[in-house]
């Protein structure tokens, strides 16, 4: 079992920058793979951003590469997503989610076994 807990989100203005963090508790963080996902009212849940178990291998969406890094602390159980350059259009709930079985690499949802509640974040044009 994986109980996970993002915070972070906020109002920011367009060209401005947020962390998101997400905590971790339960099975040994360093054990699995960690992704960042967004949804927008009406939209389909997406990918942004993924990394491995040791935090060497990072994948981002073709969206925010450039723009945004995640990053993990082990010692700390917390995965990261500094945001900076945002735009109107990363207006999102930002979920993290728990891939025991992959590398983060992976696009789907689906693949995740664990989600946090969501944080949201607005981006004011």
């Known amino acids: 079992q994986v109980q996970l807990v993002e915070s972070g989100g906020g109002l920011v203005q367009a060209g401005g920058s947020l962390r998101l963090s997400c905590a971790a508790s339960?099975?040994?963080?360093?054990?699995?793979?960690m992704g960042w996902f967004r949804q927008a009212p009406g939209k389909n849940r997406e990918f942004v951003a993924g990394?491995?178990?040791?935090?060497?291998?990072?994948y981002y969406a073709d969206s925010v590469k450039g723009r945004f890094s995640i990053s993990r602390d082990n010692a700390k159980n917390t995965v990261y997503l500094q945001m900076n350059s945002l735009k109107p259009e990363d207006t999102a709930n930002y979920y993290c989610?728990?891939?025991?079985?992959?590398?983060?690499?992976?696009?789907?949802?689906?693949?995740?076994?664990?989600w946090g509640q969501g944080t949201q974040v607005t981006v004011s044009s």
């Open positions: 989610a728990a891939d025991l079985r992959g590398a983060g690499s992976n696009v789907n949802s689906g693949a995740y076994e664990y």
């Open positions: 339960g099975r040994a963080f360093s054990t699995y793979a």
């Open positions: 990394i491995s178990r040791t935090f060497s291998n990072t």
